[in-house]
T-cell receptor
């Protein structure tokens, strides 16, 4: 089966510019996640969708970051305006939902490497 | 979710078993131990998870101590392709399926 697709793979912008990332999850996966991974650290969850509703966006810097998943399939993450500290890899992941189950296998895309100059 | 502690790095010879430890002394009764790994320039990949019994799949084995305060991920015959950062995560499930990644252990498999 096709994996999680992300684009672009690399992006270089100057601070105060805006940028958008796109993610297409695995077909049929109701849950979609956006993570930020700063060099040398583990991924940090920014936002989680179930279908087109937000489940958790507690760590999303809402003054500059926004995300949407309008039709419950693909998703975009936007940063406006970007800061130097936003330089990171942005990972998208998706999973099925297993109610009342411990199983949580998230499938990750290759990520978008953002450099803010 | 409970916090985990892992060594920052480990080495292993190719063909030998790699044993990656994880401490999770504050784990509660309903929390599972999950392992993911991240090969350079790729997204993380699920490996295995368990509650209290030892688990084995085609990738690895997971040994959880009887008091559940620590666990070991075992790669029985490490290859160069197993060089990656390995993350031990304690996860309670629930409605949001949120995983919290730490810094993990960088396993380097040497020829």
């Amino acid at each position: 089966e096709a994996g999680v697709a992300q684009s672009p793979r690399y992006k270089i912008i100057e601070k105060r510019q805006s940028v958008a990332f796109w993610c297409n999850p695995i077909s049929g996966h109701a849950t979609l996640y956006w993570y930020q991974q700063i060099l040398g650290q583990g991924p940090k969850l920014l936002i989680q969708f179930q279908n087109n509703g937000v489940v958790d966006d507690s760590q999303l810097p809402k003054d500059r970051f926004s995300a949407e998943r309008l039709k419950g399939v693909d998703s975009t993450l936007k940063i406006q305006p970007a800061k130097l500290e936003d330089s990171a890899v942005y990972l998208c992941a998706s999973s099925l939902v297993y109610p009342r189950s411990s199983y949580n296998e998230q499938f990750f895309g290759p990520g978008t490497r953002l450099t803010v100059l | 979710d409970a916090k985990t502690t892992q060594p920052p790095s480990m080495d292993c010879a190719e063909g030998r078993a790699a044993n990656l430890p994880c401490n999770h002394s504050t784990i509660s009764g309903n929390e599972y131990v999950y392992w993911y790994r991240q090969i350079h320039s790729q997204g993380p990949q699920y490996i295995i998870h368990g509650l209290k019994n030892n688990e084995t799949n085609e990738m690895a084995s997971l040994i959880i101590t009887e008091d559940r305060k620590s666990s070991t991920l075992i790669l029985p015959h490490a290859t160069l392709r197993d060089t990656a950062v390995y993350y031990c995560i304690v996860f309670s499930g629930g409605s949001n399926y949120k995983l919290t990644f730490g810094k993990g252990t960088l396993l380097t498999v040497n020829p």
